[in-house]
């Protein structure tokens, strides 16, 4: 799929919608590091975003955007599932994230993350941190930290790329979990920083689809013991036991990477 866009007097472009995403995510990042230097480009490209932004709004609200795409489509006519499919979207799909979404991530000491790249090629990672991590910012944004990491940075690397991000979280001791799809932003000065001592940036997710699975394949397990590796103010993380072994000695930076 290819949209076309144009600015009067600026510029005309025609993008593949995953160049596009490619694009708006750069200018972001771009727009973070200007903000502090004011100026006649600066004030562009917030406007270019925000025709952007005004654009993909109009995509979503219009009346021919689905839900599901035509591969959804074909399995769930194939089992029989499509008016079940429509009345679940319909109850429980929500945009934002009511009371008992906001306790339910606000209590998770976990979630798993899937991303992709600018190709479309998948990647999926788990996230850890002490209960509490994620922050509900507001019903329409979570944000939580990136911690030091094996330095490959494919998850986030991919956000720079592609932000669009899907999140599960579960809950194995009470058999519960939520999706959470959204797009993803990355900060190394939000104001959010203080607040995660190790933080190597902050990621915030501005929420499109919240909704409940179906637990019944959730195996229950009992929390042993958390991380030791978690980050705290105070007190200095232990290293992992890789970063001692010979292959890895010589190719470690000064300071902590991410994943």
């Known amino acids: 799929m290819r949209l076309a866009w144009e600015r009067r007097g600026v510029v005309r472009m025609t993008v593949k919608v995953e160049e596009l995403a490619a694009l708006v995510a750069g200018a972001r990042v771009a727009r973070h590091a200007l903000a502090a230097q004011p100026g006649e480009q600066t004030g562009e490209l917030e406007r270019i975003l925000g025709d952007f932004d005004r654009a993909s709004l109009a995509l979503k609200q219009s009346p021919d955007a689905a839900w599901f795409h035509a591969g959804s ?8 599932t499509r008016p079940l ?3 679940i979207t319909e ?41 509490g991590f994620v922050t509900v910012v507001d019903d329409a944004t979570i944000a939580f930290p990136n ?14 790329a592609n932000p669009e991000v899907g999140l599960l979280f579960i809950d194995f001791e009470r058999g519960h979990r939520m999706r959470l799809n959204g797009t993803a932003t990355i900060d190394g000065n939000d104001e959010l920083m203080a ?11 501005a929420v499109r689809d919240v909704f409940p699975n179906c637990p019944r394949y959730i195996h229950r397990y009992r929390l042993v013991e958390r991380s030791k590796f978690v980050p705290h103010a105070g007190r200095r993380a232990p290293e992992p036991d890789w970063k001692q ?9 000064a300071s902590p990477q991410g994943s």
């Open 147 to 160: 911690y030091d990491g094996n330095g490959m940075f494919l998850s986030w690397g991919n956000a720079l």
């Open 91 to 131: 109850k429980f799909v929500k945009d934002r994230l009511e009371p008992g979404d906001r306790a339910f991530v606000e209590r998770a000491d976990m979630f798993f993350l899937a991303t992709a790249d600018a190709e479309g090629r998948p990647s999926c990672s788990y996230k850890g941190g002490d209960p």
């Open 73 to 80: 489509r074909s399995l769930q006519d194939r089992f029989g």
């Open 195 to 205: 607040a995660y001592p190790g933080a190597q940036f902050i990621v915030r997710v």
């Open 245 to 253: 072994e010979s292959w890895a000695t010589d190719v470690l930076p």
């Open 85 to 87: 499919a429509d009345r």
